[in-house]
């Protein structure tokens, strides 16, 4: 059964730390940079926000087609 997902638990690990350097890279740009705190926080929140998108965008597939694998075994089984 593990072996099932081995591909979608690699590609949330690899999407998650990319995840992770992106945000450590964008939070660093935007609190390096003019402008008002207010400011950087709304910035802040809109990197995450998209971080956040694109982390759930990237690994999405590879859990929907796992999904669509075993329940396509299971009607065969039936």
Same mark, same amino acid.
């Not at 669509?68 to 039936?78: D, H």
């Given at each position: 059964m593990l072996k099932r997902f081995k591909t979608p638990i690699i590609a949330t690990a #690899? &999407?998650?730390l990319l995840?992770?350097?992106?945000?450590v890279i964008m939070i660093s740009v935007i609190v390096n940079s003019n402008g008002s705190d207010r400011e950087k926080a709304e910035r802040s929140g809109k990197a995450g926000?998209? #971080? &956040?998108?694109?982390?759930?965008?990237?690994?999405a597939p590879f859990w929907i087609f796992t999904a669509?694998?075993?329940?396509?075994?299971?009607?065969?089984?039936?």
């Open positions: #690899v &999407a998650f995840a992770v350097i992106l945000s926000g998209a #971080v &956040a998108t694109l982390f759930v965008l990237t690994t669509a694998k075993i329940g396509a075994e299971r009607r065969r089984k039936k």
